[in-house]
């Protein structure tokens, strides 16, 4: 498979360690506006590009790799404003999207048992709080996985009706935000009753796990049109 990378930071040399390892090519980077008109040519060669770009950069790459019909998986987070935009243009044209807000196999199997989680809180009275710790460099507060878990849960329980990351209020689901050190990620869920605590956590080590998600995603995805997220990659 050949593979473009659009976002050459950390997580690209990550992706780009677990695609190689896998017997993968990479055939271009891309990392910032210049590169996007000098490696061009490059980028057409590509079977699947994979972003872990920025968030006020990502629509637009997934537009250009849309423009020249290169299926693309979205690590990048904090652009969901935009994803009925991106999902009609992608179902209409019949190009192809993968998306998720964290490519983890631990943290996808933390969303399953979140939503479980969520139901029993409501209907035995267990009040909810999250809480979610990354690194100083992160942009987006909360992260988009904390974003996940928390409409996850009021998709199913009924004691909150919006989320927040200020003070906690009533019918609020409040997440509390840490950003320290060079933290990969730590995602709680908390449910309280008076007669007991019980507390969801998964915490990254590094950032092994999201490269090799993403790697599997962008082999799921070639030769696929439409979009694609975390629970269809589980469900194959």
Not at 25 to 36: F, K, L
Not at 39 to 64: C, W
Not at 107 to 121: D, P, R, T
Not at 180 to 205: C, M, Q, R, W
Request: charged share 20%.
């Amino acid at each position: 498979m050949k593979i473009a990378l659009i976002g050459y930071g950390k997580m690209g040399h990550e992706v780009e360690k677990a695609a190689l390892a896998r017997q993968h090519d990479i055939v271009v980077t891309i990392d910032n506006a210049q590169e996007w008109e000098t490696r061009i040519e490059k980028l057409k060669q590509a079977d699947v590009a994979i972003d872990f770009s920025q968030p006020d950069q990502v629509v637009g790459n997934i537009h250009r790799c849309f423009d020249l019909h290169i299926p693309i998986v979205v690590g990048t987070t904090a652009w969901q404003d935009h994803f009925e935009e991106i999902k009609e243009r992608c179902l209409a044209e019949k190009q192809s999207l993968f998306h998720a807000p964290n490519f983890s196999i631990g943290m996808n199997i933390m969303f399953l048992l979140n939503k479980q989680l969520a139901k029993f809180a409501e209907r035995y009275g267990y009040q909810l709080s999250m809480s979610e710790t990354h690194h100083i460099h992160k942009l987006d507060k909360p992260s988009g996985t904390a974003v996940k878990l928390a409409n996850d849960i009021l998709a199913v329980n009924h004691d909150y009706d919006h989320w927040s990351i200020e003070a906690p209020a009533e019918h609020t689901l409040y997440i509390n935000v840490t950003r320290e050190g060079e933290v990969n990620g730590i995602h709680s869920v908390t449910a309280t009753s008076p007669a007991d605590k019980l507390t969801l956590t998964h915490e990254a080590f590094n950032r092994q796990g999201f490269a090799l998600g993403a790697i599997a995603a962008a082999e799921f995805l070639v030769g696929k049109t439409g979009c694609y997220s975390m629970e269809d990659l589980f469900g194959e």
